[in-house]
DNA sequence: TGTACATCAGTGAACGCGCGTTCACTGATGTAC
DNA sequence: TGTACATCAGTGAACGCGCGTTCACTGATGTAC
């Protein structure tokens, strides 16, 4: 039960905070279940229960290390899909649909990471300087926000980040699968979930409120 | 610690069942925690820790008790809010609001819902055939939404869900609180968010696709 | 270059805890005669 | 109406468990002289 990596592991690890949080984030794609322990943390790097606090303060400071990596992950899978995406096609969608495949794909990691926030009462401040949050900003203005009256920003990244959650969170529930069967797979089903929404849609088409 | 009732309590109870969920219930909401355990309940109730055994299978029976209960508030404050709704204004957001304002109020219930449906990866039956899953398709073709498009109203349904479950999830966080001030409070900022999202606009404006 | 020593990053045993569940039991209730 | 008895719905003690965290410890490392 424990990684290769510890039988021949020195006394001092080296990095075992990086180890840690590797760990976790393995137990959590393995598992998929975001209740992790420290201790089956310590476990899985090949370390005594108490080794992970020369790290951390305690657990929630290693899950908040966990959230972290993961929105950066996210950040980058969005941007991603984005520059692989093919002219004339809705980015807003796109973005959407990267942030639901990522959450599908990363359900425990993801649930973390979201309830971190929840916990904290507010998401990391990297995400407005330079993670997803300002990813969905540039793409609201390119589609079509006016990048000078903030509020309406605002506003719009905040319905665009709560669908993008709704969607996230439910899509797995099983009252979607003739849904999905009828529109031919994950990724059309996505589309046509977000289109329904204005704010996916191309900005020419948009109604003035 | 013990409910009142518990010490002029007979031997048999009477109604154990429902006062179990009645003790889940008050927990859940007193605690605001989503994480109670059997024995937390029995002792709500007043009642030894083997003795929900007799009522339910287990303790996730117990929570889909109280998830079920849950569901069914929801439902009636939803009806209540459109009922006392103003004419002229939008149904659709007044019941996406409705929504919000229950899981706001009710955190932990709400998250014992979400919980135990997508721990079944279904939610209750009970739903579609005369909670709120029909009074978001009712809305919808009140709004009007085609009836006899099946697919259409499905995937509209699951729109407003999902948006509702995600606005739901998302608008404790602090991010929100200027954006909040900025509107002049939670109703004017819901019925914003909402508001950007098409379905929920009155169906004179809206686009079709 | 060698040595004393402070510091760092691990260990492993132990703490107290609350949990879900089981078990043999017992008090209360209802029913058949 | 009274009584034997089956059934029901509780009790309370116990099970084994894994958890987060602390503690005194020790092995390894690096630095000052």
Redesign the interface.
């Known amino acids: 039960m424990q990684t290769a990596a510890a039988e021949t592991r020195p006394y001092h690890h080296g990095d075992l905070r990086r180890a840690l949080v590797e760990a976790g984030r393995h137990l959590l794609e393995a598992e998929g279940n975001a209740d992790i322990s420290l201790r089956a943390v310590a476990r899985e790097a090949g370390v005594s229960p108490a080794a992970p606090y020369h790290h951390f303060r305690d657990k929630s400071e290693l899950l908040d290390a966990l959230a972290l990596e993961g929105w950066d992950q996210l950040a980058t899978e969005m941007r991603a899909a984005l520059d692989a995406d093919g002219a004339g096609s809705n980015r807003l969608v796109t973005m959407g649909v990267a942030y639901v495949n990522f959450a599908r794909a990363n359900p425990a990691i993801y649930r973390v990471m ?1 309830a971190c ?2 916990n904290h ?3 990391p401040e990297k995400l407005r300087e330079e993670g997803a949050y300002k990813l969905v900003c540039e793409t609201l203005i390119e589609s079509g926000i006016d990048p000078d009256d903030e ?1 309406g920003l ?3 990244a ?19 699968e ?2 999905r069967n ?1 529109l031919g797979g994950e990724d059309a089903f996505l589309r ?8 996916f ?1 191309p900005a020419s ?1 948009r ?1 003035v ?1």
């Open positions: 979201f926030s929840l009462e507010t998401m509020i605002e506003l719009a905040a319905a665009v980040w709560c669908a993008a959650h709704g969607v996230a969170e439910m899509v797995s529930l099983k009252e979607f003739p849904l009828h046509a979930i977000f289109s329904q929404l204005d704010l849609r088409g109604r409120a």
